[in-house]
């Protein structure tokens, strides 16, 4: 939780700088800092299902996925999600 409540407060604005919306920061901090927290042994996020399962710390390089995610988004975000469209307009308004 503190990681992603600085993660937002520091890229906040840089965000809004460049126009990018704030489904746009959600989605690439899902993919980044609450992925990434899993891959620190010291971590609750990965510390508690590894103790619940009872399995050593050996098993942390296996998480094949945690490592996959934020380097696959990373590399496609532009390519296969462009930019979030912007909310439709209600029925019979137009914007300006």
């Known amino acids: 939780t503190v990681g992603v409540m600085m993660t937002s407060q520091l890229i906040r604005q840089p965000y809004e700088r460049q126009g990018l919306t ?11 800092v609450v992925v990434i927290a899993g891959l620190v ?3 609750i996020a990965c510390s508690v ?20 995610l934020p ?6 975000r532009r390519r296969f999600w462009p930019a979030f469209p912007s909310s ?9």
């Open 22 to 32: 704030r489904p746009e920061l959600a989605q690439d901090m899902a993919n980044s």
């Open 49 to 68: 299902p590894l103790a619940m399962f009872g399995i050593s710390l050996r098993a942390i390089p296996y998480s094949v996925y945690l490592y996959l």
């Open 88 to 96: 439709p307009s209600p029925r019979g308004v137009e914007k300006c």
């Open 41 to 43: 042994p010291w971590c």
């Open 71 to 76: 380097l696959c988004y990373a590399l496609t």
